[in-house]
């Protein structure tokens, strides 16, 4: 077997470290120098300009490292027989649970407004309200999600998912669907949005789902920047029914040096960094699906590509 590695952000000597360490038979070779297409078995890639991967005739399949494929989909020239998965690993699941109950905690018991005391030297005990109390709504409860719902019931919030399909978390409420979608988002007054980027997904944060949510709600976003209308998160907040925002991801990225929301007094951000996993972790997945192919069995993590994700 021959991989074709397109790395993002991780350094490629720590994939090639990575892979000679645990699949030592596995030739791998570094885009752009990749030698004869044809050769090319498998390709690990995050971004890869349009056209690229139809160039390698005998692709058996892809592996995207990040985990949003509309990209990948999006490239017409992409063969429709071609299996995709994605490399997913539990660094990932990880880091991003973290970085999910880092922003309900700040918001929740109010971080921002304490550390502003502390400058100002007011010692000012306010009421603690119980997490019970507080409604946490994910949308999305995948890889991702998932683990942060789990994470939230421990830490004792009165916790909801809305998917398409229910997931029978436990102690997580199910809302399924576009029917389900006003009530789930009336009894959310924290919000969070990891789900994937697709047809269905695009724009679904507008102006009048802002409205659904109670007064005062709070805005994490760490799927994808294309879930949230910008322009009516900001109107939401300017007046005054959302309380803030937290936000790791964006239409354009990097974010816009003149963007609104570098400067929003309600908006906090993150450079797409919510989620993050070392090449160690990282090429378990992919060599789990090297084995499956090599023995003729099903792909995990396949992406579905009917549903875009
Ligand atoms: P999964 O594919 O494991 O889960 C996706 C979840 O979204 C599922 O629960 C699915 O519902 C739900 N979903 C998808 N479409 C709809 C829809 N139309 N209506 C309702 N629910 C829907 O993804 P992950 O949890 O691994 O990741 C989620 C997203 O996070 C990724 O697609 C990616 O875009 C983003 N991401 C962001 C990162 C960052 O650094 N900010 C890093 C990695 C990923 P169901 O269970 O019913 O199928």
Redesign the pocket.
Known sequence: MILALKSGRLPAADWLAAFAAKMPELEVRVWPDVGDRAEIDVLLTTRIPKGEAARFPNLKFVALI?????RFLADPTVPPDLPIV?A?NSE??LT?KA?IVYQVLRHHREFPQYEADQKAHRWDRRPVVQPGTVRIGL?????????AARSLVDLGYDVA???????GIDGVEDF???GE?ERFLARSDILIG?????T??DS?LDARAFAALPEGAYVIN???GELVVEADLLAALDKGHLSGAAL??FREEPLPPGHPFWDHPKITLTP?????ASAWNAVDSVIENIRRCQAGEPFVNLVDRA???
């Open positions: 990040a985990a949003g494929a509309d994605r997913v990932q699941a991003m970085w949308m999305g409860l995948g890889q991702l999600g998932g683990a998912g809305w998917t398409r399909a229910g997931r399924i669907g576009a979608f990891i789900l994937p980027f697709t269905e997904t679904l760490c799927g994808r790791d991801v797409h960094n919510s989620a993050t549903a875009g994700y």
